[in-house]
């Protein structure tokens, strides 16, 4: 509600009504901790990416928060970022990379907005990803292909043929 305790519109699109809610709650202070930039990057940022990319970067948020959460940005240096890195390797070097590069992202963000003076993810480098080493053979294929329902069979068929990813694939209208 306003100030003249009437209801706010805050659109349709989940995206667009979060960015608004954003706009309207957003501490005008500015933001120092790195916990509050995470937040606002949240908030404003990520609602206006794919609805994947939206959903994944919730999940990756989650343990930057807790290793990150009440440090300054500038306070932050690469051997925290690699100490961070190492510690998330462990399991998932491929999750590593990708809340590295969420953190890079959030990064660029508290400098636009004047709470940090770099970007200390540039300096730390990525695990090796190693690409696929198999493709399933046809016999594989036939097996998946003769107990699929008519809607995967379809996907199949045109994964087959054209080489889409999946996503691609399920989002052809």
Known sequence: KN????????????????????????DKKGLRKMREIMESYLMNVSPTKAESTYKAELVFIRPLIDFFGEALPDEITPTHIYQYMDIRGENSEVSANREKSLLSGIFSYAIKKGAASNNPCRLVKRFTETPRDRYIEDWEFKAVFNRANPFLKASMKLSYLTALRR???LNIK
Request: overall charge positive; glycine content about 8%; charged content about 25%.
């Open 3 to 26: 100030s003249d305790n009437k209801w706010i519109h805050l659109g349709r699109e989940f995206s667009k009504a979060m960015q608004q809610w954003a706009k309207m709650v957003c």
């Open 167 to 169: 996503g691609d694939i």
